[in-house]
Nanobody
């Protein structure tokens, strides 16, 4: 069974940092795209960052660019989201999601990587609260 386990959420003051982890199992990690999505109360789920394991490409939402960094450890089947300079508006439940890819599909992630629709597998969320 595919499992995605997100962890690392918590409460932090504005300007602080958190690192989220997404431990994956049950699919070929190095032939996949992993995305971090977030959903604030009363708002739609939005993509924050995506990493394509095949070629290491990364994509970010404008709202987090320059503050968040996504990375992967293929040996541990884990993706990380380092979040710096956190703002109150970053408060949300954060989810990781995965989709299996073949190499030819990797370049297309620049168009769909931050959209929730293409992802087949979702983990439970981890809550991030940023106090101003």
């Amino acid at each position: 069974d595919v499992q995605l386990q997100a962890s690392g959420g918590g409460s932090v003051q504005a300007g602080g940092s958190l690192r989220l982890s997404c431990a994956a199992s049950g699919f070929t990690f190095d032939s996949s795209a992993i995305g971090w999505f977030r959903q604030a109360p009363g708002k739609e789920r939005e993509g924050a960052a995506c990493i394509v394991s095949i070629d290491g490409s990364t994509y970010y939402a404008d709202s987090v660019k320059g503050r968040f960094s996504i990375s992967r450890d293929n040996a541990k089947n884990t993706v990380y989201l380092q979040m710096n300079s956190l703002k109150h508006e970053d408060t949300a439940d954060y989810y990781c999601a995965a989709v299996s890819l073949i190499p030819d599909q990797a370049p297309g992630a620049r168009y769909w990587g931050l959209l929730p629709g293409p992802y087949d597998y979702w983990g439970r969320g981890t809550q991030v609260t940023v106090s101003s």
